[in-house]
């Protein structure tokens, strides 16, 4: 996502800011797991 915290946001409202920013943070978060999900999908730990 190249929009970023910089561009769009800046020129907002503080409301509004915080509500683009929340978001933000919550999109971080999914694909972090998406990520970690993938990975351990393709990295499966062995039990012995």
Do not use: Q
């Amino acid at each position: 996502m190249a929009f970023g915290h910089g561009l769009y946001s800046e020129h907002l409202e503080s409301p509004e800011r915080a509500k683009i920013l929340a978001v933000w943070h919550l999109l971080e978060i999914a694909r972090t797991t998406v990520d970690r999900s993938i990975h351990c999908m393709n990295n499966p730990k062995t039990t012995a």
